[in-house]
């Protein structure tokens, strides 16, 4: 039996009813309902389960400049919820929360477990702490001690991947090594998009280029030009249109389609036509 066919099966067992049912049974469901089933729960699982976008950030070293730089550039009302996630000293104090409070109008926490990421609010990773996206809410793991050290960017990008499909957007910036370039290839996968700083205006260029020879970067920008490309993101995410198009709603007529035809050519070619 295929898997598709078990998935079915066990959920009509769970609800007490017979897998084993004949094309005369008037009460028994047809094979058109459970393969209508079976395609609405595919469609329902391929909507972000956060309807705004989410927008994970990686950096290392020299990050903070270049954060500070596109924070400067974004317009803090977006719409859209940020989590930045660092390569940070296990053993040591961040001061990430205050110094970036500084430098922007949202809000900026730490990142916690179990807290869902709001609209116009900006999380920050802690020392010493792994983070991911699970069912709408941020979950929060300690590093493993004395194994070389995950690569936190690419795991918080690839469950941002995952959850928020083509409401993902990742952005690297400055480091010294290739954490986040899987984590972009994971995002524009699901139809997210991918922004890398350009290599030559950062302070260490490695991670940039990991992910620009990755081959799946939508944008290559200075910092200060990825803020307000971000900022000109929201805007098309807060289209009507546009939304309902994302989150698979109706539109009518021609705008209908001609939104469909710009889906596609996004799907294709990573590229926002919009």
């Given at each position: 039996?295929e898997?598709?066919s078990q998935?079915?099966d066990?959920?009509?067992?769970?609800?007490?009813i017979?897998?084993?049912?004949t094309?005369?049974?008037?009460?028994?469901?047809?094979?058109?309902?459970?393969?209508?089933?079976a395609e609405s729960?595919r469609?329902?699982?391929?909507?972000?389960?956060?309807?705004?976008?989410?927008?994970?950030?990686g950096?290392?070293?020299?990050?903070?400049?270049?954060?500070?730089?596109?924070?400067?550039s974004?317009?803090?009302?977006?719409?859209?919820a940020?989590?930045?996630i660092?390569?940070?000293?296990?053993?040591?104090?961040?001061?990430?929360?205050?110094?970036?409070?500084?430098?922007?109008?949202?809000p900026?926490?730490?990142?916690?477990?179990?807290?869902?990421?709001?609209?116009?609010?900006?999380y920050v990773?802690?020392?010493n702490?792994?983070a991911?996206l699970?069912?709408?809410?941020?979950q929060?793991s300690?590093?493993?001690?004395?194994?070389?050290?995950?690569?936190?960017?690419?795991l918080?990008?690839?469950?941002l991947a995952?959850e928020?499909?083509n409401?993902?957007?990742?952005?690297?910036?400055?480091?010294?090594d290739?954490?986040?370039?899987?984590?972009l290839?994971?995002?524009?996968?699901?139809?997210?998009?991918?922004?890398?700083?350009?290599?030559?205006?950062?302070?260490?260029g490695s991670m940039?280029?990991?992910?620009?020879a990755?081959?799946?970067?939508d944008?290559v920008?200075?910092?200060?030009?990825?803020?307000?490309?971000?900022?000109r993101?929201?805007?098309?995410f807060?289209?009507p249109?546009?939304r309902?198009?994302e989150l698979?709603?109706?539109?009518?007529g021609?705008?209908?389609?001609?939104?469909?035809?710009?889906q596609?050519?996004?799907?294709?070619?990573?590229?926002?036509?919009?």
């Amino acid at each position: 039996m295929e898997p598709e066919s078990q998935g079915i099966d066990n959920e009509l067992e769970s609800a007490g009813i017979s897998a084993e049912f004949t094309l005369d049974d008037s009460s028994s469901p047809s094979s058109a309902d459970l393969d209508g089933d079976a395609e609405s729960l595919r469609e329902e699982q391929r909507k972000p389960l956060i309807e705004y976008p989410v927008v994970g950030i990686g950096a290392s070293a020299g990050g903070l400049q270049a954060f500070q730089e596109l924070l400067g550039s974004l317009d803090p009302k977006t719409g859209m919820a940020f989590a930045l996630i660092t390569h940070l000293a296990p053993d040591q104090r961040s001061y990430l929360t205050e110094i970036l409070g500084q430098s922007t109008k949202m809000p900026v926490s730490p990142i916690e477990n179990g807290v869902r990421p709001e609209q116009n609010h900006l999380y920050v990773l802690l020392p010493n702490q792994l983070a991911a996206l699970n069912n709408g809410v941020f979950q929060v793991s300690p590093r493993p001690a004395g194994a070389r050290s995950p690569m936190p960017i690419d795991l918080f990008f690839r469950s941002l991947a995952s959850e928020q499909r083509n409401f993902a957007i990742g952005v690297v910036l400055s480091g010294a090594d290739a954490d986040g370039a899987f984590g972009l290839k994971a995002i524009k996968g699901e139809g997210g998009l991918a922004l890398v700083q350009a290599p030559e205006t950062a302070t260490h260029g490695s991670m940039p280029r990991s992910s620009i020879a990755a081959d799946h970067v939508d944008l290559v920008k200075a910092p200060a030009e990825l803020g307000a490309e971000l900022s000109r993101l929201a805007q098309q995410f807060a289209k009507p249109d546009v939304r309902a198009l994302e989150l698979g709603e109706a539109l009518d007529g021609d705008e209908q389609h001609f939104q469909r035809i710009l889906q596609l050519l996004r799907a294709v070619s990573g590229l926002e036509f919009q």
